[in-house]
């Protein structure tokens, strides 16, 4: 755990485990937002165009468990905007196939997720996953802030028959101050966050065999309630998705009661 004596050296994933908690969530069960506003971007051999805008919305509560590590209860509604406007993508005219795409805005069910004692991050239901990496990387530790990264990279299996797997690829930095945490009473640290993705097409694109991917950056940062939230986002999510959005303590409950009711990890 950070201290008052450490220096700029290598901390380890279990080190790091507590300081990246109070960084992107919080070490007493309130609901955290990770909120972060970006651009997609496809890739066609060394080429890189401008797709559509992205505004992502996670939603979270973070439970410590008796072995030191902490149980996640979550859920993300990400949307699609027009570059231009900065309203809802309802149609995309997709520059490589010349076509009006229909543009399909999907959320993240709710689910319970796991960071490990050595820091390593796993969902719950691993019957869902394959060729799971994820772990806990310090980008910097200066004198006045850290930088740490959550990485992941996994083949998420479909819950629906006949629809493929999803290969993510997905990079979360949150920065804060070091005073922060190391101050026993904070319980959440005020926090940036940066985010990356590198992943295939989405599906409505519908770009057949064709080669190529897609890559996402974004930032933002770490909210603590609804009213934290950009109008813009809230708009479009209660728009999309009221039933979610309208009380995301709500929303989490079950996985909350499956989490409290779950020995440690």
Known sequence: MLNGTLGAAPLGAAELLTPFIKLAGSLDERLVVWWVKGRRYGIVGAQATPLFGMEVGRFCRFFRQANGSFMLAMFELSYYTDTATGQLLEKFQNPYTGLVNEVMQVARRPDICHYTATGLYVPADKNRIRCYRGQLEAVSVGIDTIQIE????????????????????????????????????????????????????????????????MTGRASGRKLESLAELPPAYLQMARAIHPWLIRDPIETLSVQVENIRNSPAG
């Open 150 to 213: 959550s990485a992941v990279s996994a083949e998420m299996l479909s819950p629906f028959p006949r629809t493929p797997s999803r290969s993510i690829n997905e990079y979360t930095t949150a920065t804060g101050l070091r005073s922060d945490l190391q101050d026993p009473r904070t319980m959440s640290a005020p926090a940036a966050l940066s985010y990356r993705t590198v992943q295939a097409w989405e599906p409505w694109m519908k770009m057949g065999d064709r080669s190529g991917h």
